[in-house]
């Protein structure tokens, strides 16, 4: 989620288009309800109070390309830029008005007053491509995570108008599986060193024979004798 404080630092739909292209992702396609709920839970965090960060709509994928169209047939005229074939839409009650509006944000304006259709928070509005909003990027989901459990909020260097706030997620049972795989191949090598050390220790443990004092290898003379030859 790139949210910029400075209204002049927002970006137009073709802006958001290319900054999330270029990392290597795509504007924000929603599937369903679920997605959106995630959504909505992740700028909850982000605008918790304190945090003084203002409204502002966010940039989604959706849009419509075409002239001339009549206002009847224009909603089914919305398609997801990075070619998802969704037909999940969470429009606002009077949405889409069509005409000149052709790119779709997500509303967030958390102090607005609810409006004839109730409040206006994460639901869908067409508003023109050439408006500076925030925008919301989707990128594919990594084979291996590389960060623990957790949500990070990163930001630029001070003097950077451009505050990145990006939100992590994940799961921690995936975090444990990746934990333990690769730890099996080396307890089952411990395993066969201890069992091979007990095997190596039993086997010359039974190669010993104890020997009896009366057997002593040992030869001690008990009486004395007298060389006339030596001296002391």
């Not at 909850?44 to 709509?57: A, M, R, V």
Request: glycine share 8%.
């Amino acid at each position: 989620m790139a949210y910029f404080q400075e209204l002049s630092s927002r970006v137009s739909f073709q802006e958001a288009r290319l900054a999330c292209e270029s990392e290597g992702g795509a504007l924000l396609s929603l599937e369903n309800e679920a997605e959106q709920k995630l959504i909505e839970s992740m700028l909850q965090n982000l605008t918790k109070p304190g945090t003084g960060i203002s409204d502002g709509d966010f940039w989604i994928g959706l849009w419509r390309n075409g002239e001339g169209q009549t206002s009847g047939a224009c909603p089914d005229l919305y398609q997801w830029s990075d070619g998802s074939s969704s037909q999940y839409r969470n429009w606002y009650t009077d949405e889409p008005s069509c005409g000149s509006e052709k790119c779709v944000v997500m509303y967030h304006q958390p102090t607005a007053n609810p409006g004839l259709g109730g409040p206006y928070l994460y639901q869908w509005n067409d508003d023109r491509c050439n408006m500076k909003h925030n925008y919301i990027c989707k990128y594919e989901p990594e084979i291996i995570p590389t960060s623990p459990v957790e949500k990070t909020y990163f930001t630029n260097q001070p003097g950077d108008t451009h505050q990145n706030v990006v939100v992590t997620e994940a799961g921690i049972i995936p975090n444990l599986i990746y934990v333990v795989i690769p730890t099996i191949p080396l307890l089952l090598l411990i395993l066969v060193a201890f069992g091979t050390c007990c095997f190596q220790m039993l086997h010359k443990s039974k190669g010993r024979t104890k020997t009896s004092p009366n057997q002593s290898t040992l030869w001690i003379s008990k009486s004395t004798r007298k060389e006339s030859g030596m001296e002391v």
